[in-house]
């Protein structure tokens, strides 16, 4: 099983449009790794499982520069995490994914991570019947 574990860019406005312009806007904040990512990778790695971390706010990457990567590494399971002040970004970016990627599963984690109920389509027995029962 591969898995990209992907923390949204912090940057990045939500509302932006493809093909227009992003600049960096610096906040009162340091821009570290995203730590809680890097701990689900280590114990999936410890199981055999293939994990791939984008730290899309580390790099500053485009949405369609995450989508490529996705592209490309061709996972069976995407995770976002979904911080407070990441929430705009990483809701965006689950539409982007779930609309150009086909992936089977597709997860939330973090604090935010009840939005799945109220996303349209989101099948919340998917999660706990299919993932869960295989790392229990």
Known sequence: MKIVLINPNYQS?????PGEKKTRVLLPREISECLGLGYLAAALEESDIHCKIVDADLLNLEDNEILDICNTYQPNLIGITFLHDTFPQGL????????????????????????????????KSLFTSKFCSRTS
């Not at 406005?13 to 449009?17: F, R, S, T, W, Y």
């Not at 982007?96 to 990627?101: A, R, T």
């Open 13 to 17: 406005p939500a509302g932006i449009e």
């Open 92 to 123: 965006k970016l689950l539409r982007l994914i779930k609309k150009n990627i086909p992936v089977p599963i597709v997860v939330e984690e973090g604090e935010w991570c009840q939005v799945n109920y109220f996303i349209p389509g989101f099948d």
